[in-house]
């Protein structure tokens, strides 16, 4: 369940509540003045499919963003049959791929850091470091903000979370790469160095590359819906991490022939993982269209 809590001047109040109390999904609509200037608080509980409905309407009656707050509420006891409890509210989906498209400081730190792990985890052949490399990498965010961007037709957004993904992982592959070219030229790999397999694999493009990459991306998209993110981290970063990091690695000990291989197998994971970020999410956006119920109340 959703509670709305909209400060309104004077001059709208009558229209707002006017058009809160015509939606159906709408209740408990209360109206109670403030000290500021004649200002009127209007509070109401929302079902989560009427949200969007409920912020275009405020937004046509031009009452500011920062007057408007929609709360999520944990709800104890029956559940109402009429409403959907796992709703998307798309205006919340939107705004969380905004801030998840950006690229800061920390970012780049986090990826960085996976990229050193994960470069030392491909040169001993560790598991532990690979998947450790993988916890603290937050390439989930980009992905799934580009997923947004592009069932939604938000070029700007798409645009945006492609590059910061980009970015992240040139950071982690050139840090990698930094780390080998490091240790080979004071002869601190380890005795007759060479590429193989690692432990996570991810090494060349195969018929596993494909599936696991795009379960990745319908994993992540639901997890970011849920809010559920930081446990699904990891298996995103399974198409990621120990890719960019074999990459790195190649190229710090010069190996073009596995660079080729790594830079594929990087650029199919991501593919992949936008495949079916967007599908995961193009697939609920018709759904909630087919079953999209009247949003104005029927008169009793």
């Not at 970012?107 to 490399?133: E, H, N, Q, R």
């Not at 696991?212 to 994993?219: F, N, P, S």
């Amino acid at each position: 369940m959703l509670q709305l809590r909209v400060y309104v001047r004077p001059t709208t109040v009558a229209a707002v509540v006017e058009g809160l109390d015509s939606l159906a999904g709408v209740r408990h609509l209360s109206v109670v003045e403030t000290d500021r200037d004649g200002t009127r608080s209007v509070t109401a509980d929302l079902d989560a499919d009427v949200a969007d409905t409920v912020l275009e309407l405020l937004e046509r009656l031009a009452v500011p963003a920062d007057d408007i707050v929609l709360l999520r509420l944990d709800r104890i006891g029956p559940v109402s049959q009429q409403s959907e409890p796992s709703a998307l509210v798309w205006a919340d989906l939107v705004g969380q791929a905004r801030i998840q498209a950006r690229a800061p400081a920390r970012y780049f730190v986090f990826m960085a850091t996976a990229g050193v792990i994960a470069a030392f985890g491909v040169i001993d052949l560790s598991p532990v470091l690979i998947v450790g490399a993988m916890a603290i990498s937050p390439d989930l965010l980009p992905i799934t903000a580009a997923c947004t961007g592009l069932v939604l037709r938000r070029r700007r957004l798409f645009r945006k979370g492609v590059v910061t993904l980009a970015a992240g992982l040139v950071v982690t592959c050139l840090l990698a790469a930094a780390v080998t070219g490091f240790l080979d030229l004071f002869d601190l790999l380890p005795a007759g160095f060479s590429l193989h397999e690692i432990p996570i694999g991810q090494t060349h493009v195969n018929a596993s590359t494909f599936f696991v990459a795009l379960a990745a991306g319908v994993a992540g998209m639901l997890a970011v819906e849920t809010r559920a993110s930081s446990a699904v981290g990891v298996a995103i970063s399974v198409t990621t991490i120990p890719a960019a990091a074999f990459l790195g690695v190649a190229l710090g000990i010069g190996d073009l022939t596995h660079s080729w291989s790594g830079a594929e197998v990087l650029g199919v994971n991501v593919a992949m993982m936008l495949i079916g970020g967007s599908s995961a999410l193009a697939i609920q956006r018709a759904a909630a269209q087919r079953r999209a119920r009247p949003m104005v109340r029927t008169p009793s």
